[in-house]
């Protein structure tokens, strides 16, 4: 047992047992349907599983440096139907959209004062704003969902790039972009030290509440983005189109290694958690397995990241 807390508390291990596990769902999958191991079908997991993969890529570093954000996926619903009907209402798409990423940024902002300012408890505050901003989503709406049906917005959800879905693309360069910053930037360095003491960082000089409060909005505006990509692919800007996958945006992360005692994880486990889910989903599918048992292999695999996140966490204090 002492090698195996010894395996498991290796740096590499997480991300490196998930691309092992990741790789054998890739082969189970591949034998057992003939229309899985397809480039175009390969690309619809990733390009389907963009507007989840960008809600948990910003969740990453928020979960590292301590932080949780349960509002998300909720700001994501309100970004498509502001976008939806500030159009419907004669503005400009594209301006209604730049409008809603500021909007997701503002959610993010309430977040980081309630919880940092105020001291409220990430999961408390996050929970209520997830509750007012859902709500004033079917406020707006009536319930029901708004047209958003313009040739140009539509690109963002649908289109294509060298061959490449754009949402796919989008996805991979905001992973980028924050693997970039976790890695050679202050912020980053910040973000890891705040999660695994925020005592000791803030005695140091760090500015821990405001690194925080960057980080919910980074957060908030990234629900915002995958609002658009999402009421792009869909024509229309539904309330609660992404309110159910918010379970899906904490698996990835949590299933990607990121602790949720914070001051551990990566974006490129995140993404490869991402993948993973959608891999799951989509051989599933193929494989015309109910969905209701696709709920419970979902749970099923959130409970063993869990455990495993559990055990690295003994290792690592042993």
């Given at each position: 047992?002492?090698?195996f807390y010894a395996?498991?508390?290796k740096?590499?291990?997480?991300?490196g047992?998930?691309?092992l596990?990741?790789?054998g769902?890739?082969?189970?999958?591949a034998?057992l349907s003939p229309?899985?191991l397809?480039f175009?079908n390969?690309?619809?997991?990733?390009?389907n599983?963009?507007?989840?993969g960008l809600?948990a890529?910003?969740?990453?570093?928020?979960?590292?440096?301590g932080g949780l954000?349960?509002s998300?996926?909720?700001?994501a619903?309100?970004?498509?139907?502001v976008v939806?009907?500030l159009h419907a209402?004669?503005?400009?798409?594209?301006l209604?959209?730049l409008?809603?990423l500021?909007?997701?940024?503002?959610i993010?902002?309430?977040?980081g004062v309630?919880?940092?300012?105020l001291?409220?408890?990430?999961f408390?505050?996050t929970?209520?704003?997830?509750?007012?901003v859902?709500?004033?989503?079917?406020?707006?709406?009536?319930g029901?969902?708004?047209?958003l049906?313009?040739?140009s917005?539509a690109?963002?959800?649908?289109?294509q790039?060298?061959?490449?879905?754009?949402?796919?693309?989008l996805?991979?360069?905001?992973?980028?972009?924050?693997?970039?910053?976790l890695?050679?930037t202050?912020?980053?360095?910040?973000?890891?030290?705040a999660?695994s003491n925020?005592?000791?960082s803030?005695?140091?000089?760090?500015?821990?509440?405001?690194?925080?409060?960057v980080?919910?909005v980074?957060?908030?505006?990234s629900?915002?983005?995958?609002?658009?990509v999402?009421?792009?692919?869909?024509g229309a800007g539904?309330p609660?189109?992404?309110?159910?996958?918010?379970l899906?945006?904490?698996?990835?992360v949590?299933?990607?290694?990121?602790s949720l005692l914070?001051?551990r994880g990566s974006?490129w486990?995140t993404?490869l958690?991402?993948?993973l889910?959608g891999?799951?989903n989509n051989g599933?599918t193929?494989?015309?397995?109910?969905?209701?048992?696709q709920d419970v292999t979902?749970?099923?695999?959130l409970?063993?990241a869990i455990g495993?996140?559990?055990?690295?966490t003994?290792a690592?204090?042993?």
């Amino acid at each position: 047992m002492s090698r195996f807390y010894a395996l498991i508390a290796k740096p590499w291990a997480g991300v490196g047992l998930l691309l092992l596990f990741y790789l054998g769902v890739i082969a189970c999958f591949a034998l057992l349907s003939p229309w899985f191991l397809t480039f175009d079908n390969l690309v619809s997991i990733g390009a389907n599983m963009a507007f989840i993969g960008l809600m948990a890529a910003a969740q990453t570093p928020l979960i590292i440096a301590g932080g949780l954000d349960l509002s998300v996926a909720a700001v994501a619903g309100l970004a498509g139907v502001v976008v939806a009907l500030l159009h419907a209402g004669g503005m400009d798409v594209w301006l209604a959209a730049l409008l809603a990423l500021a909007l997701g940024g503002g959610i993010g902002a309430i977040n980081g004062v309630l919880t940092t300012r105020l001291h409220f408890n990430p999961f408390i505050a996050t929970l209520g704003t997830m509750s007012v901003v859902g709500g004033l989503a079917l406020v707006l709406t009536g319930g029901l969902t708004k047209p958003l049906l313009v040739d140009s917005f539509a690109w963002l959800g649908n289109g294509q790039l060298g061959g490449l879905p754009v949402p796919l693309l989008l996805m991979l360069a905001v992973y980028a972009v924050l693997g970039w910053v976790l890695r050679h930037t202050r912020l980053g360095r910040y973000t890891y030290a705040a999660g695994s003491n925020a005592v000791a960082s803030r005695l140091m000089g760090l500015p821990v509440e405001r690194m925080l409060i960057v980080l919910y909005v980074g957060s908030g505006m990234s629900g915002a983005l995958s609002g658009l990509v999402l009421a792009a692919m869909l024509g229309a800007g539904a309330p609660d189109a992404a309110g159910k996958h918010l379970l899906t945006v904490v698996a990835a992360v949590i299933l990607g290694g990121t602790s949720l005692l914070g001051g551990r994880g990566s974006v490129w486990g995140t993404l490869l958690a991402v993948l993973l889910l959608g891999t799951l989903n989509n051989g599933l599918t193929l494989l015309d397995v109910s969905s209701f048992w696709q709920d419970v292999t979902r749970g099923a695999v959130l409970l063993a990241a869990i455990g495993l996140d559990q055990l690295r966490t003994r290792a690592l204090g042993e």
